[in-house]
């Protein structure tokens, strides 16, 4: 997920996961801004999956799970 501190979408997003959000590769565009730029990121949170799809906003974990390969329990 792409995101950056100061977006309260990524923070909502963050909240629905919990302690579980350790386990996502979260990059801070704030301290990544090269990174973020040449990866054209222009939204937060952005999501991009390895099928190279790339979604903007909060996502549910069904979609996420779906996309990633993810066991919901």
Partial sequence: MYGAS?????????EKFG???SKINDIECEEQKQL????EIQYFP???FADRTIVTGVQEFAYLAEKTGCVLS
Avoid: P
């Fill in 46 to 48: 952005t999501w991009k």
């Fill in 36 to 39: 973020c730029a040449q990866e």
């Fill in 6 to 14: 100061w977006c309260s979408h990524c923070t909502e997003q963050k």
């Fill in 19 to 21: 302690a579980a959000f």
